[in-house]
């Protein structure tokens, strides 16, 4: 299947089986923002859970939970009033307006398609090494680049806009007033790291976990939950010794590519790409991205950057409040330096979704068909097992009844009695169900009923008081 219409059928089985909707979809959407429905949330739930305890189920991290609305001062400390913006061009003629660097990616990749090799690698490298407007903008005239609706070359100068949302406190609408919605949980860490070190008694190195709304006024919202303005983080930022700092860069690299494979993501989907020295943020020792291959191509999934003791010390003089660490032992008073790990969980969300997609076709005697299904992993299935009378009488399915409301004590599971039982594996297939537990007229008198295995179709008998233990051990 193409690309597209692979991320087509992806979009569009999330919203059939209600795992993503549209925001506000009866007033015409709001782009970049999605509502999550009766089996997204529990994916995305499982997802979160299972980051929550790889990282806080340790001795050296704690959690947190910030505002999201913080001190205006919190955005001047971190740099994003002065440069977290993007690029925008706008056209005369069109009125459209666009961000000046993807505007050029755009271009290079036509570029690529026409064959034009030479000229696509002369236009990137300019591209990366624009920093100021005047340098998106003479790249635009230049190569002539057009608007992609109307064709039109006249374009406005280049400007940054700020990516943070605006609001007020209070019912004064003035710029005393003014707060922002937080671009990223980080932040609400960084001003929380003494509380957080003294209230739980850690030393360093120590990490501090949380999962929260961020919020991006982003220009280009494309491709689904990949880019939104309203999304889930994971971060999580360590504290460490400066001298230490690199050792635990490369253990959270590590430790954070593993997490994905241990949720059965394809090793061929992931990539680690390094930031180049000479591209690394100012304050930045080190960053990596581990990237997915989406079905529109590869794109960042997780940052892990080694932070150095920029964000504290910029805290530390905005606030005037001492942002050091005293080593009880050898009374040493330093800035930690941070190792950052920072990973969408919408995006993950989103990533998990496209590596569990699949259509196969399978065959039954002469028959062949297809069947689109999800292998997720049974730890992040939305529905753990689906249970089901064979058939709709002799006590079947008061017997799956009474198995399904015994699960439900545990598991996420769902009964289903309506249509022939092929039908009802599919339909539990295209949710990435990996179970189906199904009552027939043996349960009756032996116990026993049968689990069929979602990606190997698979069939076994087991008694049916062990059900719990066999999705334990599965799942758990
Ligand atoms: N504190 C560092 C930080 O926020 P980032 O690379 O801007 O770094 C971290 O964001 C992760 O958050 C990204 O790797 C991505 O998974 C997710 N993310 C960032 N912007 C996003 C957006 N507009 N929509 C969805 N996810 C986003």
């Not at 971190?78 to 990616?105: V, Y």
């Not at 606030?319 to 190792?339: A, F, G, M, N, Q």
């Not at 009474?402 to 545990?410: N, P, S, T």
Request: charged share 30%.
């Amino acid at each position: 299947m193409a690309k597209q219409s692979t991320l087509d059928a992806i979009v569009s089985l999330a919203k059939r089986r209600g795992f993503v909707f549209q925001s506000s979809e009866i007033y015409g959407g709001l782009n970049g923002c999605w509502d999550y429905g009766p089996l997204g949330i529990e994916l995305l739930r499982n997802i979160k859970e299972s980051w929550w305890k790889s990282m806080t189920y340790r001795d050296d991290i704690v959690g947190l939970d910030s505002s999201i609305l913080m001190h205006p001062r919190t955005w001047e400390a971190s740099g994003h009033m002065d440069s977290f913006s993007d690029p925008m061009i706008d056209n005369k003629q069109s009125k459209g307006r666009f961000r000046a660097d993807t505007l050029i990616e755009e271009y290079i990749e036509r570029l690529h398609k026409k064959g034009k090799e030479v000229q696509a690698a002369s236009v990137q490298d300019r591209l990366d090494t624009a920093v100021a407007p005047e340098d998106y903008y003479s790249i635009i005239v230049d190569e002539g680049i057009p608007d992609p609706v109307s064709g039109s070359k006249e374009w406005t100068p280049v400007r940054y806009f700020n990516l943070m949302f605006k609001t007020f406190v209070g019912p004064v609408e003035d710029e005393s007033a003014a707060v922002y919605l937080r671009p990223e949980t980080a932040q609400g860490t960084f001003v929380n790291f003494k509380n957080a070190l003294e209230s739980s008694r850690q030393k360093v190195p120590f990490g501090v976990a949380q999962i929260g709304k961020s919020f991006r006024n982003e220009i280009n919202t494309k491709y689904f939950l990949f880019r939104t303005r309203e999304f889930e983080q994971m971060e999580m930022e360590f504290f460490t010794k400066p001298g230490e700092d690199v050792e635990w860069y490369e253990y959270w690299r590590e430790q954070r590519w593993n997490w994905f494979l241990s949720h059965g993501m394809k090793e061929e989907s992931l990539r680690l790409k390094e930031h180049p020295a000479d591209k690394l943020a100012h304050y930045a020792k080190g960053a990596v991205d581990i990237e997915y291959l989406f079905p529109f191509g590869w794109g960042e999934l997780e940052g892990i950057h080694n932070r150095t003791d920029f964000d504290l010390k910029r805290h530390q003089e905005f606030s005037s409040k001492k942002l050091e660490y005293v080593d009880t032992v050898t009374r040493e008073r330093y800035v930690p330096y941070v190792i950052e790990t920072a990973v969408g969980a919408s995006r993950s969300f989103m990533a998990f979704l496209c590596d569990a997609y699949d259509v196969e076709e399978i065959s039954e005697g002469e028959k062949t068909e297809e069947r689109t299904v999800l292998h997720f992993s049974p730890s992040l299935a939305p529905i753990k097992a689906g249970v089901f009378p064979l058939v709709k009488k002799d006590g079947m399915p008061e017997a799956a009844k009474e198995i399904h409301q015994r699960l439900q004590k545990h598991y996420k599971t769902q009964y289903d009695e309506s249509g022939a039982i092929g039908r009802r594996y599919r339909r539990q297939d295209e949710v990435g169900t990996p179970f189906c537990i199904t009552v027939d007229g043996d349960t009756l008198t032996d116990s026993t009923v049968t689990i069929r295995h979602r990606d190997s179709m698979e069939q076994e008998r087991i008694s049916a008081d062990r059900i719990e233990d066999f999705l334990r051990s599965h799942i758990d």
